[in-house]
């Protein structure tokens, strides 16, 4: 009796399948260098709030500091980050080309900012504003990321179209922003409200529309969930509501009262929508025993849908500013929401071997979160004493060392491969 034949290998099958492992390879490259980018951010960041306690700045102004802070924490971890996440469930060697673009303009941006801001930097004979040229540069490769995408959203799945058709659109509304802060700051008008308008509708937008979005997205597409009627009207409703949200983050005493109510109508609608999107993402999560890591990103996003409803309250956001609260809101967005999104979004990609040390990193970001609330006013003084600033330091390096043991094993991992 003869044994059953083997079955046949089909070569193309087989073509596809090592094409497909060199292009995740590859998109998990620009993840392992958006990582160093954040490592590098976090650290500036580490040192922006150790100077003062310590009395050494190293001859560095410390706002130039922050600006090389929040630019690479954008540019070079952010922007290449969902680049990658992006390239590789778009099949997109164009995206992930530009991922790596992203992450050199960045990475070259980088030591103008953290030595002269804004200002001008001497170049040979010539003063040039190096940081704003490649800032520029980082804005033009996000109307190619949008025209990369218009191209190739067709192979989008169902349940990350909506949220990422959303992510890019905002994406580009909010450069609007960035272009209106350099008209505003060569024609220097009398009202402040035009270069906080400017400023908020840039980073606002870049923060809650792209991020939140984009991540919102992917959870979407690994829960499954994008049968639910109630998160597809609440979609709608956030996207539409978003863009005008950045005016709560303009201080009230700028804002035109008509445009006030504007601003807290777009804060509530955000606000509702979100929390319809939330509810829909964690039913299904409920109905998983695989995606855990998504619940500490969705909880970020839960106070910041809760934070949106209190701005848009006058006497909450006006007590919420009073408070010193924005610092932590901010946080609670970037590093709970945005950045753990991402952590949560590459392990749904390309499984746990992309985010080793995920739990870590977890707590880290928690370490931080919390270490900022005795910088606040709702934070009982009589409690405050020396070991307040040791432990905002503490807090500070705890994601960055967790993020490079990450790096390093994913480079062990990488070497060994």
Same mark, same amino acid.
């Given at each position: 009796?003869s044994?059953?034949?083997?079955? &046949? !290998?089909?070569? %193309?099958?087989?073509?596809t399948?090592?094409?497909?492992?060199?292009?995740?390879s590859?998109?998990? &490259?620009?993840?392992?260098?958006?990582?160093l980018?954040?490592?590098?951010?976090?650290?500036?960041?580490a040192?922006?709030?150790?100077?003062p306690?310590f009395?050494?700045?190293?001859?560095?102004?410390?706002?130039?500091?922050?600006h090389?802070?929040?630019?690479?924490?954008?540019f070079? /971890? =952010?922007?290449?980050a #969902?680049?990658? @996440?992006l390239?590789?469930?778009?099949?997109?060697?164009?995206?992930?080309t530009?991922?790596w673009?992203? $992450?050199?303009?960045?990475?070259?941006?980088?030591p103008?900012?953290?030595?002269?801001?804004?200002?001008?930097?001497?170049?040979?004979?010539?003063?040039?504003p190096?940081?704003?040229i490649?800032?520029?540069?980082?804005?033009?490769?996000?109307?190619?990321?949008?025209?990369?995408?218009?191209? %190739?959203?067709?192979?989008a799945?169902?349940?990350?179209?909506?949220f /990422?058709?959303?992510?890019?659109?905002?994406?580009?509304l909010s450069?609007?922003?960035? /272009?209106g802060?350099?008209?505003?700051?060569?024609?220097?008008? %009398?009202s402040?409200?035009?270069?906080?308008?400017?400023?908020?509708l840039?980073?606002d $937008?870049?923060?809650?529309?792209?991020i939140?979005?984009?991540v919102l997205?992917?959870?979407?597409?690994?829960?499954?969930?994008?049968?639910?009627?109630?998160?597809?009207?609440?979609?709608?409703?956030? !996207?539409?509501?978003v863009?005008?949200?950045?005016?709560?983050s303009?201080?009230?005493?700028?804002?035109?009262p008509s445009?006030?109510?504007?601003?807290?109508?777009?804060?509530?609608?955000?606000?509702?929508?979100a929390?319809?999107?939330l509810?829909?993402?964690?039913?299904?999560?409920?109905q998983?025993?695989?995606g855990g890591? /998504?619940?500490?990103?969705?909880?970020?996003? +839960?106070?910041?849908a809760? #934070?949106?409803?209190g701005?848009s309250?006058?006497? =909450?956001?006006?007590?919420?500013?009073?408070?010193?609260?924005? @610092?932590?809101?901010?946080?609670?967005l970037?590093?709970g929401?945005a950045?753990?999104?991402?952590?949560?979004?590459?392990?749904a990609?390309?499984?746990p071997?992309?985010?080793?040390g995920?739990?870590?990193?977890?707590?880290?970001?928690?370490?931080?979160?919390v270490?900022?609330?005795?910088?606040t006013?709702?934070f009982p003084?009589?409690?405050?004493?020396s070991? =307040?600033?040791?432990?905002? +330091?503490?807090?500070?390096a705890?994601p960055?060392? &967790?993020?490079?043991?990450? =790096?390093?094993?994913?480079?062990? *991992?990488?070497?060994s *491969?």
């Amino acid at each position: 009796m003869s044994s059953p034949s083997a079955p &046949a !290998i089909d070569p %193309e099958s087989k073509s596809t399948a090592s094409v497909r492992g060199r292009q995740t390879s590859q998109s998990m &490259a620009v993840w392992l260098g958006a990582l160093l980018c954040f490592v590098l951010a976090g650290s500036t960041g580490a040192f922006f709030r150790a100077a003062p306690w310590f009395g050494w700045t190293a001859g560095f102004d410390l706002g130039n500091v922050r600006h090389a802070h929040s630019h690479l924490m954008y540019f070079g /971890w =952010v922007m290449p980050a #969902a680049m990658a @996440i992006l390239a590789t469930h778009l099949s997109s060697r164009r995206i992930r080309t530009l991922g790596w673009a992203t $992450l050199w303009l960045a990475a070259l941006s980088y030591p103008p900012f953290f030595l002269y801001g804004y200002g001008m930097a001497t170049v040979g004979s010539m003063q040039l504003p190096l940081s704003v040229i490649l800032a520029t540069a980082n804005l033009l490769a996000w109307y190619v990321l949008a025209g990369f995408y218009v191209m %190739e959203r067709g192979k989008a799945p169902d349940a990350a179209r909506g949220f /990422w058709d959303g992510a890019v659109g905002l994406l580009v509304l909010s450069s609007i922003g960035a /272009w209106g802060l350099g008209v505003v700051q060569a024609i220097r008008p %009398e009202s402040s409200f035009w270069f906080a308008a400017a400023l908020h509708l840039f980073l606002d $937008l870049f923060a809650h529309g792209w991020i939140l979005l984009f991540v919102l997205g992917c959870a979407a597409l690994a829960l499954d969930s994008s049968a639910s009627l109630l998160l597809r009207w609440s979609r709608r409703l956030l !996207i539409g509501a978003v863009p005008f949200t950045f005016v709560l983050s303009i201080p009230p005493s700028l804002v035109p009262p008509s445009l006030n109510v504007v601003g807290a109508l777009g804060g509530l609608f955000a606000g509702i929508g979100a929390l319809g999107v939330l509810v829909a993402l964690l039913r299904a999560w409920g109905q998983r025993d695989d995606g855990g890591f /998504w619940l500490p990103g969705l909880i970020a996003f +839960l106070v910041v849908a809760l #934070a949106w409803i209190g701005m848009s309250i006058p006497d =909450v956001g006006a007590w919420g500013l009073d408070a010193g609260l924005r @610092i932590p809101y901010l946080h609670i967005l970037l590093l709970g929401g945005a950045t753990l999104g991402l952590w949560s979004a590459a392990r749904a990609t390309w499984g746990p071997g992309a985010t080793p040390g995920h739990g870590l990193f977890v707590v880290a970001s928690v370490l931080l979160l919390v270490s900022l609330w005795p910088l606040t006013g709702i934070f009982p003084g009589a409690w405050r004493g020396s070991w =307040v600033m040791r432990a905002v +330091l503490a807090g500070a390096a705890a994601p960055v060392l &967790a993020a490079v043991y990450t =790096v390093v094993r994913l480079g062990v *991992t990488a070497r060994s *491969t």
